[in-house]
């Protein structure tokens, strides 16, 4: 049996990968590893419980809050939430744990686990690991007073709101702005959130009905916002994923703005007032090529991780940087947030173009967009990837062909038995090119 836990929690196909009974379970052990001496001492711990609007949300959050409360946690359920907003509660409320029910960007028949320590923060490898070798294990159950209590925590939306006007106090009076929730668990904070800062704002994929998540709609479907945007004349448009950590942008002109350019913009934001630490942006190795030139440019070193927003966090928290992210939209800014949060990225932006007077499409333009090509090599021995000596010389030829031009990235599949091949090259033509080139080597190279 593999690792229970993957890159972000515990993901898979509602009632049937992830269970009540699973959820129930796994909530039992967080509760006794996260909860420690509270649980068995005899004092209270608290957990902050949301999730987004799918409907296998609806059981398995009741599963969540009965595994939590059997083991004596007292719960503040805060429904349908963001997961950046339960990552802040846990830390406002005081609270050991909290959990959040969601597939982010994933169909509606997904779900997910997702829980975070004291503070808000993610869960480290060894303590998620402790807590899949603690399921099953025997436990003495509290009876009478000792169960824990399930309350309804209707503040929690306010507090976040709150929160995020107060971590982004910038009016945005004068901006029109089209807004895409994609079904999800922004649908109303998001808005509203715009709206008390000032902006006139139209919204679309906002009538969640536990089915539609991320149907055709959010941050993987921009079709419908850039249509929007154009249409109604918008300065511009913010499409989040359907737990609304991450976020991507239109201009007015109904281009896309990525997460690498948002980056950019905001690390050029924060360093103009004195609040990008040690001049440094974090970022993944996927990050476009186009992002290192311009921070280069702009006197902005760029520290490069694994791929993920948890690698992302973990070195902004070892050496205190204050923005990182994935070229997705997942943007972290630490001082205001222990993870990716796509309202508060989405509001971080507009000020900056209202601020500056400038239109989006001028701000993304301090980055080129290098061409960059994605190919996913099925059914192959993963593992050996970095270790054959064909696959490496191949790399190596067509890094000499880029030059500084280009560049080229392997990485293997965290799920699947997938290589995924990305180049970049001063052309689309070229980098296809040398993407499928590298593709069959890796084909002919790895097949299983």
């Given at each position: 049996?593999?690792?229970?836990?993957?890159?972000?929690?515990?993901?898979?196909?509602?009632?049937?990968?992830?269970?009540?009974?699973?959820?129930?379970?796994?909530?039992?052990?967080?509760?006794?590893?996260?909860?420690?001496?509270?649980?068995?001492?005899?004092?209270?711990?608290?957990?902050?419980?949301?999730?987004?609007?799918?409907?296998?949300?609806e059981f398995l959050s009741a599963a969540v809050m009965a595994?939590?409360?059997?083991?004596?946690?007292?719960?503040?359920?805060?429904?349908?939430?963001?997961?950046?907003?339960?990552?802040?509660?846990?830390?406002?409320?005081?609270?050991?744990?909290?959990?959040?029910?969601?597939?982010?960007?994933?169909?509606?028949?997904?779900?997910?686990?997702k829980f975070f320590a004291s503070g808000g923060h993610k869960l480290a490898d060894e303590i998620e690991d402790r807590i899949s070798e603690r399921m099953g294990g025997g436990w003495e159950r509290p009876t009478g007073a000792g169960v824990g209590r399930i309350r309804p925590f209707q503040r929690g939306a306010e507090f976040y709101i709150e929160h995020l006007l107060e971590a982004a106090p910038g009016r945005l009076d004068g901006l029109r702005i089209v807004i895409d929730a994609a079904h999800g668990a922004a649908s109303e904070v998001g808005p509203e959130v715009f709206?008390?800062?000032?902006?006139?704002?139209?919204?679309?994929?906002?009538d969640p009905n536990g089915l539609n998540i991320n149907d055709g709609a959010g941050s993987t479907y921009l079709d419908q916002l850039q249509e929007a945007v154009r249409l109604r004349g918008a300065d511009m448009g913010v499409a989040f994923d359907g737990d609304a950590d991450r976020c991507l942008a239109?201009?007015?002109?109904?281009?896309?703005?990525?997460?690498?350019?948002?980056?950019?913009?905001?690390?050029?934001?924060?360093?103009?007032?004195?609040?990008?630490r040690d001049d440094t942006l974090v970022a993944t190795v996927m990050s476009n090529l186009g992002l290192l030139q311009a921070?280069?440019?702009?006197?902005?070193?760029?520290?490069?991780?694994?791929?993920?927003?948890?690698?992302?966090?973990?070195?902004?928290?070892?050496?205190?940087?204050?923005?990182?992210?994935?070229?997705?939209?997942?943007?972290?800014?630490?001082e205001h947030g222990t993870t990716g949060d796509g309202v508060l990225t989405a509001l971080a932006l507009a000020q900056r173009v209202v601020g500056s007077g400038s239109a989006l499409?001028?701000?993304?333009?301090?980055?080129?967009?290098?061409?960059?090509?994605?190919?996913?090599?099925?059914?192959?021995?993963?593992?050996?990837?970095?270790?054959?000596?064909?696959?490496?010389?191949?790399?190596?030829?067509?890094?000499?062909?880029?030059?500084?031009?280009?560049?080229?990235?392997?990485?293997?599949?965290?799920?699947?038995?997938?290589?995924?091949?990305?180049?970049e090259a001063d052309s689309q033509e070229r980098a296809a090119a040398c993407a499928d080139r590298l593709a069959q080597v890796v084909r002919d190279r790895l097949a299983l």
């Open positions: 049996m593999g690792r229970l836990f993957g890159t972000d929690g515990v993901r898979g196909l509602a009632n049937k990968d992830i269970t009540a009974e699973l959820a129930l379970d796994l909530s039992v052990a967080v509760a006794h590893e996260l909860g420690g001496h509270s649980v068995f001492g005899g004092n209270r711990a608290t957990a902050v419980v949301g999730r987004d609007p799918r409907a296998s949300g595994g939590l409360a059997s083991a004596g946690v007292d719960v503040l359920d805060a429904g349908v939430l963001p997961t950046p907003a339960i990552a802040y509660l846990t830390q406002r409320m005081n609270a050991e744990m909290g959990a959040m029910l969601s597939a982010s960007h994933n169909a509606m028949p997904d779900n997910g686990l709206r008390r800062a000032g902006a006139t704002v139209d919204v679309i994929g906002a239109v201009d007015a002109r109904g281009d896309q703005v990525d997460g690498d350019q948002i980056m950019a913009i905001l690390a050029l934001s924060l360093r103009e007032r004195g609040e990008l921070m280069e440019r702009e006197g902005v070193r760029v520290v490069q991780t694994a791929v993920g927003d948890r690698y992302v966090l973990e070195e902004m928290r070892a050496h205190g940087y204050s923005l990182g992210g994935e070229q997705s939209g997942h943007v972290i800014m630490l499409h001028e701000l993304a333009g301090v980055m080129t967009r290098m061409p960059q090509v994605l190919v996913n090599v099925k059914e192959v021995d993963k593992d050996r990837v970095g270790q054959d000596e064909g696959v490496a010389s191949a790399v190596a030829e067509i890094e000499s062909e880029l030059g500084d031009q280009g560049r080229v990235l392997l990485r293997k599949s965290g799920t699947e038995p997938v290589v995924r091949v990305m180049v």
